[in-house]
């Protein structure tokens, strides 16, 4: 599993304290699935994700809505507005395996 997380953000992850944190985080809800809802998607022609939306259930906090569309995720807790990235988002790309275009990540917070 822990192969499948790109470079990048394995980088990220080193680099940045509260980064590290929300991606510990994100095994807490990993070790209780039914906290991970998937609710809606969309797959294009090659069977590729093209957007979906899941639903976190925080026992602190409530719920979460985790929002991918085409390379970009987005998700409703404060910590995401931050750094574009949070344990919700974290927890959605290791159950999907889709994970953020870097790229468009980055460009998107300026
Ligand atoms: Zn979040």
Redesign the pocket.
């Known amino acids: 599993m822990t192969s499948d997380i790109p470079d990048w953000i394995k980088e990220w992850i080193q680099k940045d304290r509260l980064v590290r944190n929300k991606f510990k985080i994100s095994h807490k809800y990993m070790s209780h699935p039914k906290r991970i809802q998937y609710m809606k998607g969309e797959k294009d022609d090659q069977n590729e994700w093209i957007s979906f939306k899941y639903m976190?259930i925080s026992t602190k906090y409530g719920k979460?809505w985790?929002r991918y569309n085409q390379g970009l995720y987005e998700?409703?807790?404060p910590?995401?507005k931050h750094r574009g990235i949070?344990?919700?988002?974290f927890s959605v790309c290791q159950v999907t395996g889709v994970w953020p275009d870097k790229e468009l990540l980055f460009s998107s917070k300026n």
């Open positions: 976190i979460y985790v998700c409703s807790c910590f995401f949070c344990s919700h988002i």
